[in-house]
């Protein structure tokens, strides 16, 4: 599976981004996905993930009302938009597949994920 992430950029608080990952090399919809963002010197964590179906997502607690996951199994792709972003949202954005078994299963563990994107850079300023 190839996964490739784009839609970063800098943005002022408050401000909006869309981040979009085409995936390739595997049927689609047989694809659970996943946002994770890493921060320097910090861990990878979980920002969103949706099922295969798109009808069951799960978001951070720290983004939950600010983000929305969606996905396109037409398009093979998985989109998250940013909302009233935050200096904190400041990192580098991944997106994430695996395969999952039930159409309603998301994954919330990074090791849960064996394909990732190559990261898409965020930067929000204060």
């Known amino acids: 599976v190839q996964l490739q992430a784009s839609g970063g950029g800098l943005v002022q608080a408050g401000g909006s981004l869309r981040l979009s990952c085409a995936a390739s090399g595997l049927t689609f919809s047989m694809l659970a996905m996943g946002w994770f963002r890493q921060a320097p010197g910090k861990e990878r964590e979980i920002v969103a993930a949706?099922?295969?179906?798109?009808?069951?997502?799960y978001y951070a607690d720290s983004v939950n009302d600010r983000n929305t996951i969606s996905r396109d199994n037409a398009k093979n792709t998985v989109y998250l938009q940013m909302n009233s972003l935050k200096p904190e949202d400041t990192a580098v954005y991944y997106c994430?597949?695996?395969?999952?078994?039930?159409?309603?299963?998301?994954?919330?563990?990074?090791?849960?994920?064996?394909?990732w994107g190559q990261g898409t850079q965020v930067t929000v300023s204060s």
């Open positions: 949706i099922s295969r179906s798109g009808g069951t997502t």
């Open positions: 994430a597949a695996t395969v999952t078994m039930g159409l309603g299963w998301v994954r919330t563990h990074r090791h849960e994920y064996p394909y």
